[in-house]
């Protein structure tokens, strides 16, 4: 590292110092929610955030937005709260000149290294963000999947995403597996493994953004890890349409006979639009309307809390009962899936 890098990641590290977060994190005065003190299959409250982005030149104004929103959730029952893709990327305002480097990476021949960038300040914003999000579903006693992080690790950089129980403790991470073609330029690598978690909520599981475009994600994680709610942060850097949003957490739902939570990161971030609409989606047959949609975001760019309650035991029995999804055809499956999905068969056209 040159001597001007390392005295600025001095200067970072200062600054972000985990004594200062803690004790602004403890000035909010949070008194647990008792949300999660008893939890009943057949009413969990979730909640998705549509988080307006900007970059924050001073880590504790990154805080006090993170408390608020969860502070929002928090009061109004929500167990399980899940907050967007790239949702520390805000913290890198902390950097001088980031506007100007910034609006480089949208660009195809960008002299900035993304991935250079996030191994450079991405063991400091993260450090805070995890510092957060922990602090924060430890103190209102709620389950918090923080969104994801550009995140540095053995040399590459991976998007990765967390979730945290009422005790604030881990209770597991997930890596992004299929990027977007700008992520690969960015130089980010792709995760290898699809996670399911078993929480008294139910059985969770996060792919993030773009990995909800592939049918085959959601199969994974019903058929081996028995997922019932799909969390799904997104941050979409493309104008808003609605048809192009389908490609996403609502088809793999109805395929899929689970609940999905989507979460999104919209604004005006240097260089870059961000879109999207927060929700809460599930089968057809378990939805008012009968159209996948419980809750929505009425706007795809400001800020939401998008809340529902979940009847797991609903889910269950629709499982069990449905007329069509639960017909399999184990020859045709034997047959063909091994050749398309055997060794050094699948290859995705933007992919390595």
């Known amino acids: 590292m040159k001597l001007k890098e390392k005295f600025l ?27 999660c003190d008893s939890m009943e299959r057949c009413s969990v409250k979730v909640g998705a955030v549509q988080v307006e982005a900007r970059l924050y030149s001073n880590p504790l104004d990154y805080v006090e937005e993170m408390c608020r929103h969860t502070g929002q959730a928090a009061a109004a029952g929500v167990q399980l709260l899940v907050f967007p893709e790239n949702n520390s990327l805000q913290l890198l305002g902390l ?15 960008s002299p900035v290294r993304a991935a250079d960038l996030f191994r450079f300040a991405g063991p400091v914003i993260n450090r805070v963000a995890l510092q957060v999000f922990s602090y924060l579903a430890g103190a209102y006693g709620i389950y918090i999947m923080s969104g994801s992080f550009p995140y540095p690790e053995a040399g590459a950089v991976l998007n ?7 005790d604030g403790g881990q209770v597991g991470r997930q890596d992004k597996v299929h990027l977007m073609p700008l992520e690969h330029n960015w130089g980010l690598a792709a995760g290898r493994h699809f996670n399911v978690f078993s929480t008294p909520l139910g059985r969770l599981a996060m792919p ?22 799909v969390m799904v942060p997104i941050a979409n850097a493309e104008p808003y349409n609605f048809w192009l949003a389908l490609r996403g957490i609502w088809p ?7 609940y ?22 599930a089968p057809l047959e378990l939805t008012p309307g009968r159209d996948g949609v419980i809750s929505e975001a009425p706007h795809f760019d400001r800020e939401a809390l998008v809340t529902a309650v979940l009847d797991m035991e609903a889910l269950a029995q629709l499982r069990k009962n449905h007329p069509y999804l639960g017909d399999s055809n184990p020859a045709f499956v034997q047959k063909y899936f091994p050749s398309i999905y055997g060794k050094n068969q699948l290859k995705y056209h933007f992919g390595k």
């Open 9 to 35: 990641f001095l200067q970072l590290n200062r600054r972000t110092r985990p004594s200062l977060i803690r004790r602004r994190l403890k000035r909010n005065g949070i008194r647990p929610s008792g949300n």
């Open 95 to 109: 950097i001088p000149g980031i506007t100007a480097i910034a609006e480089t990476l949208a660009e195809d021949n």
């Open 160 to 166: 990765r995403a967390f979730l945290f129980g009422p």
């Open 208 to 229: 993030v953004c773009m990995d909800a475009s592939y049918f085959e994600t959601f199969r994974i994680l019903v058929q081996r890890g028995g997922a019932e709610i």
């Open 252 to 258: 793999r739902v109805q395929e899929s006979t689970v």
């Open 260 to 281: 999905g939570i989507k979460s999104a990161l919209v604004g005006q971030l240097p260089g870059f639009t961000l879109t999207g609409r927060a929700g809460v989606f």
